[in-house]
């Protein structure tokens, strides 16, 4: 797997302070209208950083990598869009 926390991001998307399903909905959103690339998501809701936004993009064919910021409280999502 591509470390894709080394590439620099296409685009971030912060939905900090958002609640399920806001995360989810949003990112495909941005990955809908987004080219190819990688998409660097903040993430603070444990329930969309661990299972439905890693679920749908693995459903997708997308590779992702999460990356628990302890310090920090949240979470660094990347998925990368071929």
């Known amino acids: 797997m591509a470390d894709l926390k080394s590439q620099t991001p296409t685009q ?3 939905v900090l302070g958002r609640v399920c399903p806001y995360p989810l909905v949003l990112t495909k959103k941005q990955l809908e209208k987004m080219g190819n690339g990688v998409l660097k998501i903040l993430c603070d809701a444990p329930a969309s950083a661990e299972d439905s936004i890693p679920r749908y993009a693995e ?9 628990k910021l302890e310090d920090k409280g949240y979470w ?5 869009k071929k």
């Open 12 to 14: 971030t998307l912060d």
């Open 59 to 67: 459903k997708q064919g997308y590779p992702i990598e999460v990356v």
């Open 76 to 80: 660094e999502i990347y998925i990368e």
